[in-house]
């Protein structure tokens, strides 16, 4: 049997939203340079089919569209690795005050952040840590009389994580392919494959936003009950009375 652990102090809870608050700002800054990955990725696509069906195109043409697919390619990935870095800081700060909160939980820190890094873990593992973050603070909410109006079923996570596993497979394979391509149809279809990447990060930030945000107030609205137990323990009246000086 679990020991009951008492609640955490204010000291000890460090409130996560405002990890929540960049990490999503990051994910919409990540999904407008996808969203301009995606036109000039399109804008290479057409003049590749023009060149395959033997329409010439101006050199100068070809490397404005080569430069700027380079231009948007850094940038998205400076943003994807800050907002990587953002998002983690946020989900390791919210496992961390989940621990807290209660009597065990079923990992441990590390690896909240290397689930992440380790192959084949990081195929499944991130997704149960978020899923266990949400279980357990709605648990925690009910427990304490909360009315949660709008239940945070696995639907979404379940959308969430399907659609990062097929990106990231994606992803490995517009890189291994982009390797050895060489002829026009190669390149179109290294083309295509991208544009198919580029698609599917539109609605995976956009569902990223709401995993975040839909949590953030789960664990707000648990760290403002925290506070109304705080303040009326302070409003309590000291007991000073010995017990056997009372009246029988």
Same mark, same amino acid.
């Given at each position: 049997?679990?020991?009951?652990?008492?609640?955490?102090?204010?000291?000890?809870?460090?409130?996560?939203?405002?990890?929540?608050?960049?990490?999503?700002?990051?994910?919409?800054?990540?999904?407008?340079?996808?969203?301009?990955?995606?036109?000039?990725?399109?804008?290479?696509?057409?003049?590749?089919?023009?060149?395959?069906?033997? $329409?010439?195109?101006?050199?100068?043409?070809?490397?404005?569209?080569?430069?700027?697919?380079?231009? $948007?390619?850094?940038?998205?990935?400076?943003?994807?690795?800050?907002?990587?870095?953002?998002?983690?800081?946020?989900?390791?700060?919210?496992?961390?005050?989940?621990?807290?909160?209660?009597?065990?939980?079923?990992?441990?820190?590390?690896?909240?952040?290397?689930?992440?890094?380790?192959?084949?873990?990081?195929?499944?593992?991130?997704?149960?840590?978020?899923?266990?973050?949400?279980?357990?603070?709605?648990?925690?909410?009910?427990?304490?009389?909360?009315?949660?109006?709008?239940?945070?079923?696995?639907?979404?996570?379940?959308? @969430? @994580?399907?659609?990062?596993?097929?990106?990231?497979?994606?992803?490995?394979?517009?890189?291994?392919?982009?390797?050895?391509?060489?002829?026009?149809?190669? %390149?179109?279809?290294?083309?295509? $494959?991208?544009?198919?990447?580029?698609?599917?990060?539109?609605? %995976?930030?956009?569902?990223?936003?709401?995993?975040?945000?839909?949590?953030?107030?789960?664990?707000?609205?648990?760290?403002?009950?925290?506070?109304?137990?705080?303040?009326?323990?302070?409003?309590?009246?000291?007991?000073?009375?010995?017990?056997?000086?009372?009246?029988?």
């Amino acid at each position: 049997m679990h020991e009951q652990k008492e609640l955490p102090s204010a000291q000890e809870l460090q409130p996560s939203d405002q990890r929540a608050k960049l990490a999503i700002t990051l994910v919409w800054i990540v999904m407008a340079l996808n969203m301009l990955s995606l036109g000039s990725g399109y804008y290479s696509y057409q003049l590749l089919c023009q060149i395959e069906e033997g $329409i010439e195109v101006p050199l100068d043409v070809a490397s404005k569209s080569d430069l700027l697919e380079l231009v $948007i390619a850094i940038g998205y990935l400076v943003a994807f690795v800050i907002s990587g870095v953002t998002f983690l800081r946020w989900f390791t700060r919210a496992y961390s005050n989940l621990k807290l909160r209660t009597p065990y939980t079923d990992h441990t820190m590390p690896w909240v952040w290397a689930s992440w890094f380790v192959p084949i873990i990081s195929a499944f593992r991130p997704f149960k840590i978020m899923s266990e973050l949400y279980r357990r603070t709605s648990t925690l909410l009910s427990e304490a009389g909360a009315d949660l109006q709008n239940r945070h079923t696995s639907a979404v996570l379940g959308w @969430w @994580w399907a659609l990062w596993l097929v990106s990231n497979v994606v992803t490995n394979a517009s890189l291994r392919y982009s390797m050895t391509a060489e002829s026009v149809e190669e %390149l179109i279809n290294v083309a295509i $494959i991208n544009l198919i990447d580029n698609a599917i990060g539109i609605p %995976l930030a956009v569902i990223t936003v709401k995993v975040i945000h839909d949590y953030a107030k789960l664990e707000s609205r648990l760290f403002d009950i925290d506070q109304a137990v705080v303040i009326d323990d302070t409003m309590l009246p000291p007991n000073d009375t010995d017990p056997s000086e009372q009246p029988s």
